[in-house]
């Protein structure tokens, strides 16, 4: 099946610095690449959609300015956690889906599980 | 914002024994897939089902899906321990978003 693969798995960082985090379709491409985040014992959280080519689509509550998305080409798509509080702390995690329609399936990245100290 | 609901929330049963969770979302849906998370890691894909089928089996896993009532439900017969784990649903919407539910935490007891 169709990989996403995700980098890096896991990242320490201090307050006040950014963080990096790429996501890459590895066999397809993928025009629209979604971010979650995951708080422990929770569920995922759409955080907004990244679409290629042009300005992410940010979910309610999600600040836009802090959690930068890009989507530079087909089969990669950053999100950057600027001035990193512990706050952000947490499970992030992508998603591509290779079809459309009822058969498309999502796939998702090894997730990375960012701790800002 | 979350569409999907899992009922229960949290389920203990004795190994060998089947575990069902049932999940309902809201919107018109694609597909809806079934997701498995073990403790701190990342999500396995484990069935999908589209909007026009009813059933779908994999294994010792059986999903159905009733677009009437919004509603699907995962079936595990004869449980594991290794199928300890916490288990979503995810609808995909006309929009090839993916709202996922807030998961059942399933506990095989030995």
């Known amino acids: 099946g169709a990989v996403v693969s995700q980098h890096p798995s896991r990242v320490i960082c201090k307050s006040g610095t950014s963080v990096k985090i790429e996501c890459r379709s590895l066999d397809f491409q993928a025009t629209t690449m979604f971010w979650y985040r995951q708080f422990p014992k929770q569920s995922l959280m759409l955080m907004a959609t990244s679409n290629e080519g042009s300005k992410a689509t940010y979910e309610q509550g999600v600040e836009k300015d802090k959690f930068l998305i890009n989507h530079a080409s087909l089969t990669l798509s950053t999100l950057t956690v600027t001035s990193a509080h512990p706050e952000d702390s947490s499970f992030y995690i992508c998603?591509?889906?290779?079809?459309?329609?009822?058969?498309?399936?999502?796939?998702f990245g090894q997730g990375t599980r960012l701790t800002v100290v | 914002s979350q569409q999907g609901e899992e009922d229960p929330q949290a389920l203990s049963i004795q190994e060998g024994e089947n575990a069902t969770m049932n999940c309902s979302y809201k919107?018109?849906?694609?597909?809806l897939q079934w997701y498995r998370q073990n403790s701190g890691r990342g999500l396995v894909h484990l069935i999908l089902?589209?909007?026009?089928?009813r059933e779908k089996h994999s294994g010792r896993l059986r999903v159905t899906l009733d677009t009437s009532k919004k509603s699907s439900s995962l079936l595990i017969t004869a449980s594991r321990a290794a199928d300890t784990a916490s288990y979503f649903c995810?609808?995909?919407?006309?929009?090839?978003?993916?709202?996922f539910g807030k998961g059942t935490r399933l506990h095989i007891l030995p």
């Open positions: 998603s591509a889906s290779e079809l459309q329609g009822i058969s498309a399936e999502a796939f």
């Open positions: 995810a609808t995909l919407g006309r929009d090839d978003k993916i709202i």
């Open positions: 919107t018109s849906i694609n597909n």
């Open positions: 089902i589209r909007s026009n089928e």
